[in-house]
């Protein structure tokens, strides 16, 4: 049973636009979710967390949307840029720890 | 700050062989956690140690173990490697805050198995 769903295995964005990644999970019990982005032959990076009783953080070009009711999280990247092509795992977190998410590919095209 | 270091970085074995991947934490970080992240799954949480002590265990075999010593560093063991086992093995390691609700994790390299 996958906890965590990340639907799109890839989303190509023009440059200079909004990047939107999506993220679904079943487990009612996390407290808090994470958004971690990685590049090839790197470990994955923190970007943005919000817990789950919020319903927004923002951070620079970053903003995380949660939507508890859905159990659905996204990710808004504005404006996109060309170093943000990289692969972007969501997870949920709690007293067990981290569930990821597989992953969406996000291309940046000029 | 170092950040986390994982080795060896590459390693090629063979189906039976045993192997052990080390783990350096951030200095001041005492929990450390060890993912298997593999095209088709993703990453997967394999276990987090604290203090030494296993805290959390993900749903894999007994196959995969590990440990923590007292200056927070981990190792992680496969034995009896299968070909299934190939993937980038990572470690993350967080500042504890006495509840798991904000802990960040910071990722090492990753280490990437290879079983023929």
């Known amino acids: 049973d996958q906890q965590v769903k990340q639907n799109s295995p890839s989303l190509s964005v023009q440059e200079g636009r909004i990047s939107i990644l999506n993220c679904d999970y079943t487990?009612?019990?996390?407290?808090?979710f994470l958004w971690y982005k990685k590049y090839p032959a790197e470990g994955p990076t923190f970007l943005i967390s919000?817990?789950?009783?919020?319903d927004k953080n923002e951070d620079g070009r970053f903003t995380v949307f949660l939507n508890k009711s859905a159990k659905h999280l996204s990710l808004h990247i504005v404006p996109s840029q060309p170093g943000d092509s990289a692969v972007y795992f969501c997870?949920?977190?709690?007293?067990?720890?981290?569930?990821f998410g597989k992953g969406t590919h996000l291309i940046i095209q000029p | 700050k170092a950040g986390v270091t994982q080795t060896p970085r590459y390693l090629i074995k063979t189906r039976g062989q045993q192997v052990t991947l080390s783990c350096s934490p951030i200095?001041?970080?005492?929990?450390v956690s060890w993912y298997q992240q593999t095209p088709g799954q993703g990453l997967q949480f394999l276990f987090e140690?604290?203090?030494?002590?296993?805290?959390n265990k993900g749903n894999f075999p007994g196959r995969f173990s590990g440990r923590q010593f007292s200056n927070s560093r981990s190792e992680m063991n496969v034995s009896t490697l299968e070909l299934g086992d190939s993937a980038l093995y990572l470690c993350?390691?967080?500042?504890?805050?006495?509840?798991?609700?904000?802990?960040?994790?910071?990722f090492g390299p990753g280490t990437r198995l290879t079983v023929l």
């Open positions: 993350a390691s967080s500042k504890p805050s006495g509840r798991a609700k904000t802990d960040t994790q910071y």
């Open positions: 487990n009612s019990m996390f407290d808090y």
């Open positions: 919000i817990s789950s009783i919020k």
């Open positions: 997870a949920g977190g709690g007293a067990d720890g981290l569930t």
């Open positions: 200095s001041g970080h005492r929990s």
């Open positions: 140690y604290f203090s030494e002590t296993q805290r």
